[in-house]
């Protein structure tokens, strides 16, 4: 029953584009419109991951912020020659998809591509935009043994955590 709703969705924003079309009124042309596809396919799986628990979070996640990415550059709201500084937003968008995979499954393993890819994207975006300069960088450079840090108190932490409620382990 709940499988008939993207299909019946997709069906009615098809033919109300095509009516629309062919009675002359001013519609985005599918060279705009053509984001559209993967971020339904994203919202579908997302939608399947909430209703079914079918694990599609993270291409659901990743399709549907790849094609509202696109959807800004479709629609004019960004260039495409833009894209020599905006390519950092893809890593993003993977660390994103891996944290909405992490936010179900509370798997911490997941937490390391996340923020690989988050770490990465920001980064670079921090550069391209010149948020992030060589002195930062030398800081950087110089505490990022903090993060092993953090990361071995919060296993620690949730080891601690999981001993109490099991104490077999």
């Given at each position: 029953m709940k499988r008939s709703i993207f299909p019946g969705?997709?069906?009615?924003?098809?033919?109300?584009?095509?009516?629309a079309v062919n009675f002359g009124l001013k519609v985005p042309n599918m060279e705009q419109l053509w984001p559209i596809f993967p971020t339904i396919l994203g919202l579908f799986l997302l939608f399947e991951?909430?209703?079914?628990?079918?694990?599609?979070i993270f291409p659901g996640a990743l399709?549907?912020?790849?094609?509202?990415?696109?959807?800004a550059f479709s629609m004019g709201y960004l260039s495409w020659s833009e894209m020599a500084?905006?390519?950092?937003?893809?890593?993003?968008?993977?660390?994103?998809?891996?944290?909405?995979?992490?936010?179900?499954?509370?798997?911490?393993g997941l937490l390391i591509p996340t923020g690989i890819f988050l770490g990465t994207g920001l980064v670079f975006m921090g550069i391209n935009y010149g948020i992030l300069n060589e002195t930062v960088f030398t800081y950087a450079i110089k505490l990022w043994p903090v993060a092993l840090i953090i990361l071995g108190v919060t296993i620690l932490v949730g080891h601690r955590a999981k001993a109490t409620t099991n104490p077999e382990s």
């Open positions: 969705l997709l069906f009615i924003l098809l033919g109300g584009y095509l009516l991951a909430m209703t079914n628990a079918r694990g599609a399709f549907t912020l790849v094609g509202t990415f696109f959807f500084i905006l390519w950092p937003v893809f890593p993003l968008i993977l660390g994103a998809s891996f944290l909405a995979l992490y936010l179900v499954k509370w798997d911490w």
